[in-house]
């Protein structure tokens, strides 16, 4: 097969449930050129170079042939230096000392009390799913209660960040109509993020937005655009990916039942399950859009100035060149490394938090539930290759300690 028809197949849904052969074909050309231009890249050494590269722009309008333009600014993620830095540092001084009164590991015990209500709530059934009563509620009850959105919004404001990841990237549907959904969604949850902004404003608590809108110091404060585009991302980065993150990993357990059992009894495996999870299931397996800001040769292909670029985290992850044995799953390895959470400045600013929320609740969910199994395999996908994992996953069991 062509290496631009495998790179196409990856991103046809029937293909959702397993990509990871078709990114071993794709792996025989690490940098492969498309027809419209544009490249890919699969292969891990080139993947970790080019994240660590100045020329690349993570600025998608900076490309000789940008995507639609978006109603809003970028936020910090699609922005470079210096405007990426000083954006992030204003983000990141709101979630932990010396500036924000918590670390991380401070919430165990708040995390640790909300997986418990959400298992208590299946535990009057057998059945249950785990997206819908598990990995969607969990971090978005998280994320909520750090940004200060009110939870009871949540229905309102899911759609929206649905559509905004749904229509990231290379998908269904047509670019213009995936461009007025875009558009339409980012401009509801604009307004419902200023709305809040303001309210914090005159009457500020001890919650992330508060801290966003109120901080002046010596780096400046956040413009009002500023702000909701930060809290979108912080809204949508803590809403749309540890869901999947903790759903392919109660996928992956229940797929060798010995491993629930492992970590039923050995509870700190959990930790290296879930580094393993972030190698050998990534929620996120591309970053679609890159910009080379000079030609760059790399692997032996010379990127022209101008181009966009999909970098294809989920295959430099199971790169054979890099992994033994790339496509089993072995928390017992002993040294994990994996692109799960991106790399050089743009890493996964949540990458703490993700962690130990994926670490509470598989932990919890092996220990409570007596012999959990899957009632289809594989389940159903949701629609987008970039931010990958099940729409559903129904699980049956015999009761919950
Ligand atoms: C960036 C993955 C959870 C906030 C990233 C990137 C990846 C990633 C791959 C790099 C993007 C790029 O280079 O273009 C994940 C995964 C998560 C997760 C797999 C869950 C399992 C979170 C959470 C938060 C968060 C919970 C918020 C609290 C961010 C932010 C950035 C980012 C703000 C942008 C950083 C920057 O541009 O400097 N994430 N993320 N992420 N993530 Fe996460």
Not at 6 to 33: D, M
């Amino acid at each position: 097969m062509e290496p631009a028809t495998i790179y196409e197949q990856i991103h046809q849904f029937a293909n959702r449930a397993n990509p990871y052969p078709l990114y071993a074909e794709l792996r025989k050309t690490p940098v492969l050129r498309l027809e419209d231009g544009s490249y890919v890249v699969s292969t891990y050494d080139e993947i970790v170079a080019l994240l660590h590269d100045p020329r690349i722009s993570s600025d998608k309008r900076k490309a000789d042939n940008p995507p639609p333009e978006e109603p809003l600014p970028p936020s910090f993620i699609t922005t470079d230096p210096p405007e990426h830095d000083r954006l992030r540092a204003l983000a990141m001084r709101h979630f932990g000392p010396p500036h924000a009164p918590r670390t991380v590991d401070d919430m165990r015990g708040e995390l640790h009390e909300i997986v418990k209500d959400l298992i208590d709530g299946i535990a009057d059934r057998t059945q249950a799913d785990v997206v819908d009563d598990i990995a969607y509620p969990f971090p978005v009850t998280v994320i909520c209660h750090l940004l200060g959105v009110p939870r009871e919004d949540e229905p309102k404001f899911h759609h929206w960040a649905e559509e905004i990841v749904e229509t990231l990237g290379v998908g269904e549907g047509g670019v213009e109509e995936r461009a007025r959904r875009r558009h339409a969604a980012i401009m509801a949850l604009a307004t419902y993020l200023g709305g809040l902004a303001q309210a914090r404003r005159e009457n500020p608590g001890d919650d992330v937005l508060s801290g966003l809108v109120t901080y002046e110091g010596p780096d400046g404060a956040l413009s009002e655009i500023e702000v909701i585009t930060t809290a979108t991302l912080l809204l949508i980065a803590g809403h749309e990916t540890t869901v999947n993150l903790i759903t392919n990993g109660m996928l992956t357990l229940l797929r060798d039942p010995g491993l629930i059992e492992r970590i039923r009894n050995e509870p700190d495996l959990v930790i290296h399950t879930v580094e393993e999870l972030l190698r050998f299931e990534p929620p996120v397996q591309f970053l679609p859009q890159r910009v080379a800001l000079d030609d760059i040769t790399i692997a032996g292909v010379t990127i022209p100035k101008g181009s966009s670029i999909a970098l294809a985290l989920a295959s430099g992850s199971r790169d054979p060149a890099h992994v033994h044995d790339p496509d089993r799953f072995d928390p017992d390895r002993p040294y994990i490394q994996h692109l799960g959470f991106g790399g050089g400045i743009h890493h996964c600013f949540g990458a703490p938090l993700a962690r130990l929320e994926a670490q509470i609740a598989l932990r919890e969910l092996a220990r409570r539930l007596v012999n959990p199994r899957l009632v289809t395999d594989p389940p159903p996908y949701r629609p987008s290759s970039t931010l990958r994992g099940p729409r559903h996953l129904a699980i049956e069991y015999d009761r919950v300690l």
